[in-house]
């Protein structure tokens, strides 16, 4: 079974050092928190997941990585400026603000009253000043999505590339939100990271790439340990979809907290490229947010046999990346009773996530021969490239054999006066069966290999 409870891997996360409260020692500020030493780790094999599926293992797909500060132009037209809001209500008796569309029963959360005001919307895009300047009109956006650097970067990376739809721009990195009430952990965050991909189609063609990229997600989460049947697909309603979108499919997740939003996978029609396109007349499209004169570009590619220009369809899988280490520690976090009748912790990653893919531990602390031979074996598997390989060491095996379950290490390996005085090999112990093998030295790089491929 997952987690059960929110607060389990909360706690786990800070005493292990996966997630910590930004500004901790200030008492933290609302909505936004720092990965640490085994949370980066964990969270840079999520993505590297990720861009390997999306970038490497495709040939119809390119990368980037635009800037966060974000012209103010792009957002306005891409229609941001006007409908990126949530609908906000005020309490007249505590004065605390909520989201209307969160509220139960349409009453305060805090307080219990019923005397809230109409809801009216609230922009969630963070402002900030550009240059020395500071006034109304030099700013710029942090970029509340990454997608709309991909739109407007759409011909630079065509004339590049030489690309023709179907393809991609993938992109990982910072979004920016103003959430009315920032929750659940990292679940909503006011700075968080999204794993984007923006796939161009021929229109026509658009709702079967939609329903193929639904089914494409699905089996990467299940790739990260986030299993099919702990997903429920929502196909969202008409009347709420984003400003942009035809169809929309949530992937909805088994947060410890209720079932919410994993990914969202939208069909942004010729929306946003329509809506950056400058003469969007000469291309038959209708002004898309409001007549365009500001952007310089054509947006659109030529029919090579006709010449006639076309505007592609965007299919738009959006993935949170704290939303999916979230949902991957929830899966992998396991409390077990051995028979011993005590209990264990267990984070049952998928190895490829691992933080920390093997612990080289030396039986005596200060023992000279076993201590450089484990530190031998700690270089001899890092250079193997499988991700970080950690020496540790701190003479007491048992207890870091319980740590590393915790942290979701795959193997540990023990190096003791049997590999250094008798036949050079090693105790390898497997997380998940708590078995232990002998290993010899010389065939340690292959066993590793091996059992982390799994
Ligand atoms: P929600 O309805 O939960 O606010 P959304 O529909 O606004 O989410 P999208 O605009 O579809 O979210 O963003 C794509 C993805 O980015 C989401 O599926 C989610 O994983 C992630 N995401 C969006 N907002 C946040 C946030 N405030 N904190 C963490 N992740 C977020």
């Known amino acids: 079974m997952p987690a059960q409870s929110m607060d389990a891997l909360v706690a786990l996360a800070k005493r292990r050092g996966f997630i910590f409260p930004s500004s901790d020692i200030y008492g933290g500020l609302q909505g936004v928190y720092d990965y640490g030493p085994l949370g980066v780790e964990l969270k840079n094999n999520l993505k590297a997941a990720w861009w390997r599926a999306m970038v490497f293992e495709r040939d119809d797909v390119e990368g980037l990585d635009a800037a966060v500060l974000t012209n103010r132009t792009t957002l306005k037209y891409s229609g941001h400026e006007d409908t990126f ?48 300047i500071a006034d109304d009109e030099n700013f710029a956006y942090l970029r ?15 004339d590049a590339t030489s690309r023709k739809p179907p393809f ?30 923006e796939f161009f189609v021929p229109p026509g063609t658009d709702e079967q790439w939609h329903t193929d990229w639904v089914e494409e997600r699905l089996t990467w989460w299940e790739d990260q340990g986030v299993p099919r049947d702990r997903i429920e697909l929502l196909h ?41 396109t400058k003469n969007q007349a000469d291309l038959g499209i209708q002004a898309k947010v409001k007549e365009n004169t500001e952007s310089n570009a054509r947006l659109a590619v030529q029919d090579p046999d006709t010449n006639a220009w076309q505007v592609p369809f965007v299919i738009e899988p959006s993935a949170g990346v704290d939303r999916g280490v979230l949902a991957v520690l929830n899966e992998a976090y396991k409390v077990e009773t051995l028979e011993n009748g005590s209990e264990r912790t267990l984070l049952s990653l998928k190895p490829h996530l691992s933080p920390i893919k093997v612990a080289v531990l030396p039986l005596k602390r200060n023992h ?6 484990a530190r031998g074996i700690k270089q001899m598997l890092q250079a193997l ?18 740590r590393h379950d915790e942290v979701g290490t795959p193997l540990c390996v023990t190096v003791d006066f049997q590999t250094i005085e008798e036949d050079d090999s090693v105790t390898v112990r497997d997380r998940d069966t708590m078995a232990q093998q002998r290993v010899p030295v010389a065939e340690l790089a292959e066993f590793v290999k091996k059992a982390l491929q799994a």
């Open 385 to 402: 490239g499988l991700g970080r390989i950690l020496y540790e060491n701190t003479g007491n095996i048992g207890k870091g054999y319980r």
């Open 168 to 197: 991609g721009i993938a992109q990982i990195g910072k979004a920016f939100r103003n959430e009315i009430t920032p929750r659940n952990f990292i679940f909503r965050v006011r700075e968080f990271e999204q794993m984007e991909l």
């Open 236 to 276: 969202v309603p008409a009347d709420e979809l984003a400003h942009y979108s035809k169809a929309t499919v949530d992937l909805m997740y088994h947060f410890p907290h209720g079932v919410e939003e994993l990914e969202g996978i939208a069909n942004r029609t010729d929306f946003d490229l329509g809506s950056h």
């Open 144 to 158: 509340p999505e990454t997608a709309q650097a991909i739109f407007t970067n759409f011909k630079n990376v065509v």
């Open 85 to 132: 809001t949530d609908p906000m209500v005020d309490c007249r008796e505590c004065k605390s603000r909520w989201r209307a569309d969160h509220l139960e029963g349409d009453k305060c959360p805090s307080c219990g009253s019923t005397d809230l005001t109409e809801p009216r919307p609230f922009n969630l895009m963070f402002k900030t000043g550009v240059g020395p």
């Open 368 to 373: 000279e021969g076993i201590v450089a031979k």
